[in-house]
């Protein structure tokens, strides 16, 4: 896994949200973004951070923050994850994995004695001028937005 560091600068993607809408970088110029990558939509670790992230997104805003989700999950999928949490920030379907890659967090997993490839879970606070300003790589679900606010 090759993750991407504080000072580096966000890779320029481009990618689907749930709604088939494209989402770019380039949308938050002159913002804050958190993004933030998760292994799967509706699994109680997600769900928690997510909601974690929901319940705060007032402050975020307020902050000058967007936040955007990522995971190789179907549109539908994260339809249906935002519609039964009532998450109101758009979430990536990024299925072929671009954006999970270019942000170098997708790897090796040990989970239950298994090992695996799949999504770790990240944070990257992105500068409004395309910076990664902080990498959260110990992601506490339930207190996610403590950590990325502190």
């Avoid at 992230?53 to 179907?74: C, E, I, P, Q, W």
């Avoid at 270019?102 to 879970?121: C, N, P, Q, S, T």
């Amino acid at each position: 896994m090759n993750t991407l560091k504080v000072g580096d600068k966000a890779p320029n993607f481009e990618a689907l949200d749930q709604d088939g809408n494209t989402i770019k970088l380039s949308d938050y110029k002159g913002k804050k973004l958190v993004l933030f990558f998760y292994p799967k939509a509706s699994t109680p670790g997600c769900t928690m951070e997510a909601c974690n992230l929901r319940d705060n997104y007032h402050t975020f805003l307020a902050k000058g923050y967007d936040v955007l989700g990522v995971s190789a999950d179907s549109a539908k999928r994260q339809q249906n994850f935002i519609a039964k949490n009532e998450l109101p920030f758009p979430l990536l379907a990024d299925e072929d994995k671009i954006v999970i890659n270019a942000f170098g967090v997708w790897g090796l997993k040990k989970f239950m004695g298994r090992e695996f490839d799949g999504i770790h879970r990240f944070t990257f606070i992105i500068n409004e001028q395309g910076i990664i300003e902080e990498v959260i790589s110990k992601v506490k679900t339930k207190e996610h937005t403590a950590q990325i606010l502190g």
